[in-house]
């Protein structure tokens, strides 16, 4: 169990208190170590006048800076959360007895604690509070640094401890070990007035540290699979985890729609060789085999162990497509990808889960929304997501090509088609994008007898080019966009209903920047990072203010170039109100107070910078990394936000 004294009756106590300080003194005046001491203690003695430790302490060292203990508690956040719960389960089962529960990081700076208010004061005044170092280099012979020093628990009763600072307390400790590697990760530790010293403290400490540890391995688990989960969603081919069963227990979206996989299915059956039967053998470099679908389409598999320390777990199922799909010729790249869309808005959200699932569905998506608001953001987004991701992404903005070169410039044409046609001819757009994806942004602006060529391809898959007969066999993924009401424009006959019908199969709609003013926050620090070139700009509370207020006909495209602007004009690398064009600063800046329902300027500020951090983490899934990186701050002010705001990260 560990190092622990024995005390029986209170005569015994006082009996043992009286020795300890006189062989303390003894010590203190000629060095020489009492021959009844206890082993680890006479050890840690040793250590500590070796280590010149002032043995008239009676304060405790406080780590130098602030952001240092918020940097330990990043540090050892997992420890953090683990410990908690039995922290408090600890700190309820002695309810009113004077004791402290605290938890210390692997260097003996405590991390965290939980008082008893009957001997908080004491405890404050020799700052025993987390940011303070208990190791004996630092304070001397004490549970904490004992513990840590010689690897195993420990309980320090009265002038056992090093320093006079802490003759009056009892303190028991357990070191706390890396379920895996066995390194110690921390300490927890109980510490009360010496009269209440019990040898069976040392004993619920191991008792409390050995489930803590248990509890740690489950969550381990459960971070190596979120972490393995977000591998998994980064990749483009299907990806899936399954365990001893052979079950699927993690997939990414290309799985669950190229393959039509799911979770808790059985996956051995479907694969050729089964691998269920020699998974227990897969040595690291693992094994291939293939899956077959119905359609024909056939993947090669490979198949990793998954292993969670020394065990196995289970394994990594990674299929590659045997039927490359055509590649084109043209140069055409997507720039964007989901992850480019800065937002926290659940419509938004949700609008770019839906569009996840259409990227896997081949049928023509039409993307609706005011100019401005990102349709072939979102276009190519889908096209980079999807199984044509490897061919080219061809856009045409069909409003603004003339009216009478329109379908030469979709359909291409043969030489001497027209007055002015070259001689050889000319490639459309449709061919251009063969195995990939054409986007057709304003399709509203087609005129009709193009829209009845249109209609005629994506029928039949095939073009014939202006003035040729014959006809092209195109494989094409059609992406339309507009900001027009193409069923008012069907009613008013100016666009074709059976074109209509043909396009309108899956509709994503962008709201417009003023239905989603949460976003505004997040978009304008995002274009702030992504425009300014000269150093880290901020940008004070009333130009945001104004910015949030501002109506943005021109959304998204339009705040874009408003903060262009205001970088140009922002001096000493902050964009303030008046750096902002005339038409979005307006009335003049929102006063700081006055007026009834005007909020006083701080608490304004801190109810700004609570909605801009909580979208941030929904955006990021509570990812702290990812969060600083979005909002342009660094994470210990993330930290420091979500303490101040009492944030629950995990909900």
């Known amino acids: 169990m560990g190092d622990a004294l024995v005390v029986k009756r209170f005569d015994e106590f006082h009996q043992l208190d009286r020795k300890l300080l006189q062989a303390w003194e003894q010590f203190m005046c000629g060095g020489f170590l009492p021959d009844q001491h206890r082993p680890v203690i006479a050890s840690s003695w040793e250590r500590c006048a070796s280590l010149q430790v002032d043995p008239l302490k009676y304060l405790a060292d406080l780590i130098p800076q602030e952001d240092l203990l918020l940097e330990k508690k990043e540090q050892n956040y997992l420890l953090l959360s683990t410990a908690k719960p039995y922290i408090e389960e600890l700190f309820r089962y002695f309810c009113d007895e004077p004791f402290a529960i605290v ?93 209440l010293v019990q040898a069976h403290d040392l004993y619920l400490i191991t008792s409390q540290v050995y489930k803590l540890e248990q509890a740690l391995v489950s969550h381990l688990r459960e971070q190596n699979l979120l972490s393995l989960q977000a591998l998994l969603d980064a990749m483009h081919d299907p990806f899936i985890l399954f365990d001893n069963d052979g079950r699927v227990i993690r997939l990414n979206d290309p799985a669950k729609f190229l393959l039509r996989m799911e979770l808790g299915k059985p996956l051995f059956p479907a694969l050729d060789p089964p691998v269920h039967p020699v998974l227990g053998e897969l040595s690291q470099k693992g094994m291939e085999t293939t899956y077959r679908q119905e359609n024909g389409v056939q993947w090669r598999v490979r198949i990793l162990p998954y292993r969670f320390g020394t065990r196995m777990m289970g394994g990594i199922a990674v299929f590659h497509r045997l039927t490359a799909a055509r590649q084109s010729q043209a140069t055409a790249l997507t720039r964007y990808r989901f992850d480019h869309l800065v937002t926290g808005d659940p419509n938004m959200l949700q609008l770019i889960e839906l569009a996840k699932k259409s990227a896997f569905y081949e049928k023509t998506i039409l993307i609706t929304g005011e100019t401005g608001t990102g349709k072939e953001v979102l276009a190519q987004s889908i096209h980079a997501y999807g199984p044509r991701r490897n061919g080219p992404f061809v856009a045409v903005n069909c409003g603004a090509i003339p009216k009478d070169l329109i379908a030469s410039e979709l359909f291409g044409y043969e030489g001497g088609a027209f007055t002015g046609a070259k001689s050889e001819g000319k490639q459309g757009k449709f061919v251009a994008a063969d195995g990939g994806t054409i986007f057709l942004d304003e399709i509203g602006e087609l005129p009709l007898d193009v829209q009845a060529y249109l209609l005629r391809v994506l029928e039949e898959r095939v073009v014939v080019p202006v003035g040729g007969t014959r006809a092209i066999p195109v494989d094409v993924r059609v992406i339309a966009a507009t900001h027009r009401n193409l069923k008012e424009m069907v009613r008013m006959g100016k666009f074709r209903e059976d074109l209509y019908y043909r396009i309108h199969v899956i509709t994503l709609t962008i709201p417009p920047l003023r239905e989603r003013r949460g976003d505004i926050p ?72 006055g007026g009834k329902r005007a909020l006083p300027r701080r608490r304004r500020s801190t109810a700004l910078d609570r909605l801009t951090l909580e979208e941030a983490l929904r955006r990021t899934r509570g990812n702290i990394s990812e969060t600083a990186r979005l909002l342009s701050v660094s994470r210990m002010t993330i930290y420091r936000k979500i303490e101040e705001f009492r944030i629950d990260i995990e909900n």
Not at 107 to 129: A, H, P, T, W
Not at 558 to 575: P, R, Y
């Open 522 to 593: 997040l978009l304008v620090r995002h274009f702030i990072k992504q425009s300014s070139g000269m150093g880290e700009t901020c940008i004070d509370e009333e130009a945001m203010q104004a910015l949030s207020a501002y109506p943005w006909p021109g959304n998204i495209r339009q705040l874009k170039n408003t903060i262009e602007q205001a970088l140009f004009h922002a001096d000493h690398g902050q964009i303030r109100w008046c750096d902002l064009p005339a038409e979005v600063r307006g009335r003049g800046p929102i006063p700081a107070s």
């Open 103 to 195: 938890l210390s990081d692997p260097e003996g700076v405590l991390i965290d604690g939980r008082y008893n208010r009957r001997v908080f004061g004491k405890l404050e005044r020799q700052r025993f509070l987390p940011g303070s170092n208990w190791s004996e280099q630092s304070a001397g012979t004490n549970a904490v640094g004992t513990a840590l020093a010689e690897g195993q628990p420990v309980q320090v009763f009265s002038a056992e401890h090093f320093c006079q600072g802490w003759h009056n307390w009892v303190c028991s400790a357990s070191p706390i070990r890396d379920p895996y590697t066995r390194q110690i990760i921390g300490v927890l530790d109980m510490t009360g007035e010496k009269e």
